[in-house]
């Protein structure tokens, strides 16, 4: 870990995951507030069961060709619950959460190390089958994305890959899918039309109910509201609340606001650096890293 | 200044005006005196002895041009995916540069390669099924190779412009890349990749060189009609080789004429079918229409009601029968070339059952091995592909080069062409390319800077768009025809250098002008404004601000187009070239002159024991258009480094 920046200086009491990476190098950020970093190493302010946590990110260190994106991020991701990460442009939010499935594999030059444990297995160890992995992890991503076909078959793409060829089970899919995503009611009668034909909320939402439909565990999303209106953002808002009843979700997001509106638990990051994770409420209210805090009160990013 | 270009740029719509005047004109008399219908459906083409019923090399077009196209889908369509979906992205570049150099070789070359390899090849394959050497099997292999760099070019664009987004939705679902590429990419791309193959088909319709050398240029029906091994005709090939013997006025010259509007006409169905295409293409990828079976689009089946139901519940079965039984009428129509009917029935139902099986295991197994197995095949295409291009380009160099000395390159043609050298041939096409860089750059420069920078959406110039569009899709032996009536017989310069100087120089300006034109466009405004703020007049600011910052675009479409120009044979063959004469260096631009493209075709259908003059011709040639290539190329490479916008 030799790339870390962050000196242990003291020990925390709430998080027993911390314990690991009690030896950390300092380098030589060029950054204003490396003091700060320096004299605060400690970042996780949560306390999760360990038998909570879905997704378990250990010390993830990122590179882009020669340029690090991440370094030494830690981040527990709990079941059933929403976990929210912000940070201003370009600290590696999404990049984080593009690790998660492993999108990262399709940039090229792109070089990962570190553990992402998910049910005690890391999602980088060599023999991992990737297409299997992101069945079980899927992903929402910025911009809404359907592809050109039917919305029916935008739902049953991903069933039909997983080899289900029965049309009644097909259509049972369709349909869950579409209730679950909260999109039945408005496209019913229009199943066998292009989705191309939705407006952006919609398409938002077909997206999430394609996602669902191989039934994954986790589901990312990246940014899912930044293309969206205030009322199409609202429903995806509501519709992720109603998701982590049974599945749980990551959300990266740049807006502040809407983190504090749905999210558990909340990761603040910047320029590659997981600065402070903990409970949304308590970051909101008492955050305890300066940096979060000006952040927060938007006198930076 | 914007009046003379605006003058200058409407030339393009007077040379397609002229064109059409002076190909219509000439075949006013076959119009007559044949009749449109007993020219389109008669059977007998038979100039000696008055007959003029072009329907068996109208066919005979159409069926080389299928054949052409049935070889070059799988290839082009295979390759262009594993450019674009398959490779590393770093290969990309220099494959599609690889591809670009089929482009380049001249026809009458691979008519050549045609005539010595593919022809003998053939004919110890099916020595019992050849009776001539020529074939249609062969003009369709060749005009397939030839098809390939605008298939796969134009396929790669439209599945390399299928947003990111796609792959990601997909591959974030768990799906292969493999199933990604197969099942969201190529149908959202499948307009495009229509596009290409009918691009394609456009490209080896308007072929004449290379089909004319390997067909056997015979007027009759393969018998029965998919007998692939049977002697064909084409329009171009026909047009390429009775139009030296038809003498001016009569029947016979009038009825080529028609023949030659008769391909125009299917060039230009051709070229509008893909431009309805691509623009459907753009709308998808924006909104797309509802997808519904084609029999509801043309209101075959009622898409309301049971039976329509039952069609739409069981499209992908109807589909596969629809194909399957395809496959068991073509392999019967293979089959029965070689053995009789009913063996031939027998293998058929054989090898359809074979691929129905091997495609149902397909269909089981894992999807990471499916994925292994599908760019397995994918690349062994790309490996097909490159390996046809390194053997036509090395098998002639390795013939050629050790015919070349300085006598070959500077000796005039001796006992027929049987020795000497080709000095006057060499000489001839540096003085064509010459003349015609001299009156295609101005046309096509001042052309282009009228369109990227002067022209509004006026009918104007929507007129000289088209028109640009419609020289650009016109076959090369129609310029020759053109050049033919109007150059050599209207203005009376006989077969003279300057009418080759003019019809090569038309044929190529609609590249010079869309190259010029994109070049431009893409200079940003930013400096258009920085050089008018400071006081600079419009003609001002783009001779000293913007065209120096386009040169590298513009030079490299002139150089491309000029070596294009330089490989050319049909054009020239009817105005300018000569086989050899007693004065084989032109004296004036009024006489004629060799040129290395003709003196190739001549020597290789003309001159028996000629075999290592053609061999060192063709290397000749091939040297200079792929020098010329070589050299556009740097000169891309080294703006794109230098000026990043």
């Known amino acids: ?301 | 200044m914007k009046t003379v270009l605006t003058a200058v740029a409407s030339v393009a719509i007077l040379i397609v005006f002229l064109i059409i005047v002076f190909t219509l004109s000439s075949s006013w008399d076959a119009i007559g005196d044949v009749g449109i219908l007993d020219f389109l459906f008669g059977t007998q083409w038979s100039p000696s002895s008055g007959a003029y019923g072009a329907a068996a090399i109208i066919l005979g077009t159409l069926l080389v041009t299928l054949g052409a196209i049935a070889f070059a889908i799988p290839l082009g369509i295979g390759a262009a995916i594993y450019i674009s979906e398959v490779a590393n992205p770093k290969a990309r570049n220099t494959l599609k540069l690889v591809c670009e150099i089929f482009a380049g070789i001249p026809s009458v070359v691979y008519g050549f390669f045609g005539l010595l390899v593919l022809l003998p090849l053939l004919q110890d394959i099916f020595q019992d099924q050849l009776v001539y050497s020529q074939s249609w099997l062969a003009g369709s292999i060749l005009l397939g190779i030839m098809a390939l760099p605008t298939v796969i070019s134009v396929a790669e664009d439209a599945i390399h412009s299928v947003p990111q987004s796609y792959r990601e939705a997909s591959l974030a679902m768990g799906a292969t890349r493999w199933e990604t590429t197969i099942k969201v990419i190529v149908p959202a791309a499948i307009s495009g990749i229509t596009a290409a193959i009918i691009l394609g088909i456009g490209r080896a319709i308007g072929e004449t060189m290379a089909v004319m050398m390997v067909t056997g240029n015979a007027t009759i029906f393969p018998d029965p009609i998919w007998n692939i091994f049977s002697l064909i005709s084409t329009i171009t090939g026909i047009l390429a080789l009775e139009v030296p013997e038809a003498s001016v006025g009569d029947l016979h010259y009038s009825s080529l004429f028609l023949l030659a509007i008769v391909l125009m006409v299917m060039v230009l169905v051709i070229n509008l079918a893909s431009r309805i295409i691509i623009k459907r293409m753009k709308r998808k990828l924006g909104v797309e229409p509802p997808r519904q079976a084609i029999f509801f689009k043309i209101g075959l089946i009622p898409s309301q009601g049971s039976f329509g139901d039952w069609i739409s519940e069981h499209k992908g079965i109807i589909t596969a029968a629809f194909v399957y039984l395809c496959m068991l009428v073509f392999v019967w129509m293979m089959a029965s070339l070689f053995t009789g009917d009913l063996t031939a029935l027998i293998v058929s139902v054989v090898v359809t059952a074979v691929v129905f099986a091997v495609q149902k295991v397909f269909e089981k197994i894992d999807s990471t091995v499916k994925q292994q197995v599908a760019h397995g095949g994918l690349t062994v295409i790309m490996v097909v592909v490159i390996l046809i291009l390194i053997f036509i380009i090395g098998y002639i160099l390795m013939n050629g080069l050790s015919a070349i000395d300085w006598e070959f390159l500077t000796g005039v043609p001796t006992n027929g062409g049987r020795d000497g050298g080709i000095g006057p041939a060499i000489v001839g096409t540096l003085e064509l390319m010459a003349g015609t860089a001299l009156i295609s750059l101005p046309l096509g420069i001042f052309t282009g800077v009228y369109l990227a920078e002067y022209a509004k959406d006026t009918k104007l110039t929507k007129l000289i768009r088209e028109a640009i569009d419609l020289l650009n899709g016109t076959p090369s032996i129609v310029f020759g025809l053109f050049g033919l009536a109007f150059f050599v017989r209207v203005l009376d310069f006989g077969v003279s250098m300057v009418a080759g100087w003019f019809v090569l120089a038309f044929m190529i300006m609609p590249v010079i002008i869309r190259t010029t034109e994109e070049a431009l466009t893409a200079v940003p405004h930013d400096l258009r404004e920085a050089s008018m703020a400071m006081g600079a007049s419009k003609w001002r600011t783009i001779v000293r601000v913007i065209l120096p910052a386009a040169m590298g675009g513009v030079m490299t479409g002139t150089i491309l187009s000029l070596g294009r120009a330089a490989g050319e044979t049909a054009p020239i063959m009817f105005v300018a070239a000569v086989s050899s004469s007693t004065a084989p260096y032109a004296d004036s631009i009024f006489d004629s002159v060799m040129a290395l493209p003709f003196h190739l075709y001549y020597l290789a259908t003309h001159v028996v024991g000629s075999d290592a003059m053609q061999y060192g011709t063709a290397t000749v040639l091939l040297v200079i258009v792929l020098g010329m290539f070589a050299i556009a190329t740097i000169i891309r490479n080294h703006y794109n480094k230098k000026v990043k916008w």
């Not at chain 1, 990460?85 to 940039?107: E, H």
């Not at chain 1, 080899?163 to 579409?178: F, H, M, S, T």
């Not at chain 1, 502040?256 to 603040?268: E, K, N």
């Open chain 1, 1 to 301: 870990m030799k790339f870390g920046l962050f000196n242990k200086t003291e020990k925390p009491s709430s998080d027993p995951q911390s314990e690991e990476k009690a030896v950390q190098s300092p380098s030589a950020p060029r950054d204003k507030n490396t003091e700060e970093w320096e004299n605060n190493g400690q970042f996780i302010f949560a306390e999760i069961p360990s038998d909570d946590i879905a997704i378990d990110i250990k010390g993830i260190n990122l590179w882009y060709g020669e340029k690090q994106a991440l370094y030494d991020v830690d981040l527990p991701v709990r079941r059933n619950a929403i976990t929210a990460l912000i940070g201003p442009s370009g600290c590696g939010k999404s990049t984080l959460l593009r690790s998660i499935n492993r999108m990262n594999d399709l940039v090229d030059g792109c070089r990962i190390e570190g553990e992402m444990l998910f049910h005690g297995e890391n999602l980088y160890d060599p023999d991992v089958d990737i297409n299997s992995l992101r069945t079980r992890i899927g992903m929402i991503f910025q911009k809404p994305n359907p592809f050109p076909m039917t919305i029916r078959e935008n739902i049953t793409y991903g069933p039909k890959i997983h080899g289900i060829k029965d049309k009644k089970e097909l259509n049972e899919i369709v349909e869950r899918c579409l209730q679950q995503a909260a999109l039945y009611d408005e496209v019913a009668d229009r199943l066998d039309t292009s989705a191309l034909g939705l407006s952006g909320g919609q398409q938002q939402r077909l997206c999430i109910a394609r996602a669902l439909s191989v039934n994954p565990e986790v589901i990312l999303m990246d940014e899912p509201t930044s293309a969206l209106d205030p009322i199409a953002t609202s429903k995806i808002e509501d519709l992720a609340l109603q998701l982590k009843k049974e599945y749980t979700v990551a959300i990266v997001t740049h807006n502040m606001q809407q983190a504090s509106r749905i999210a558990d638990y909340t990761g603040f990051m910047y320029l590659g650096k997981m600065i402070e994770f903990s409970e949304t409420g308590k970051m909101f209210n008492k955050p305890i890293k300066a940096m979060t805090e000006r952040y927060l009160t938007g006198r930076f990013g």
